[in-house]
């Protein structure tokens, strides 16, 4: 519940947040939508939609606050790489239009074979969950150095969520050195994300979350860009 969220908001010191669409909810986004119109200018959203959504419904997301679309590449995964880079294409031209960036919820094996063509991107595109480049999907340093060096030579963020996500269980310092590569390399294309509710476990610290950028962003002026500065530029916050 979005009084639920603000709750938390007044107890982290937040004062604005992003709404991102569950894959559970599909292109459904009327829950979205209804949160947008309640919470305001402080708020932002991130929808899923059909190939073929009308730019009319795009139009109206745009007016209650949505500035981008999240694609689910996990869906996607097993598809030619050739029809997943079509998809983003498509999904690219539809952004273009309305300023909006590109969300990525993906596989890092799907990250790594996609580097090259992201670059190629001209809109704005942010990855989930720094990479989501997992050793036992076979990922390695190098194909993460490349995704770094790709933040510096694109229009790529990286999102600095969902640090259980890639420790599994062997604790959140196992993830430390990923989050404080993406800081050092490129301050200015990085934001954090609570990815509240944190399902399917939902019992997780969002304060201990947020604590843990003090570690990675010990330079107070930094953790500030990617706190502040770099939210408000990605989701245009006015």
């Known amino acids: 519940k979005l009084s639920h969220y603000q709750q938390l908001m007044k107890v982290l010191e937040l004062e604005r947040f992003v709404v ?17 119109k309640a919470a305001g200018a402080n708020a932002r959203g991130v929808v899923m939609v059909e190939d073929d959504v009308a730019d009319a419904t795009l139009e109206h997301f745009h007016s209650v606050g949505v500035r981008g679309i999240r694609l689910d590449l996990f869906k996607r995964a097993a598809l030619p790489l050739a029809d997943i880079k079509r998809y983003i294409a498509n999904m690219a031209e539809r952004v273009k239009p309305l300023g909006w960036h590109l969300q ?55 999102k600095l969520s969902g640090p259980y996500r890639i420790a599994k269980n062997k604790g959140y310092d196992a993830v430390s050195h990923i989050a404080r590569a993406i800081v050092d390399a490129a301050p200015h294309k990085a934001v954090w994300g609570s990815d509240w509710p944190h399902i399917p476990q939902s019992s997780r610290n969002t304060g201990e979350l947020l604590n843990l950028v003090m570690d990675w962003a010990p330079d107070a002026a930094i953790r500030r860009r990617i706190l502040v500065d770099n939210p408000l530029n990605l989701f245009d916050f006015t």
């Open 20 to 36: 991102v669409q569950p894959s559970f909810y599909g292109t459904d986004n009327s829950c979205l939508v209804d949160t947008l």
């Open 104 to 158: 990525f919820y993906a596989p890092g094996y799907i990250v790594r074979d996609l580097i090259d063509y992201l670059g190629t991107l001209d809109t704005n595109f942010i990855i989930d969950h720094m990479g989501y480049m997992l050793e036992e999907d076979g990922l390695t340093d190098a194909d993460f150095q490349r995704l770094l060096n790709l933040l510096n030579e694109s229009n790529g963020w990286l």
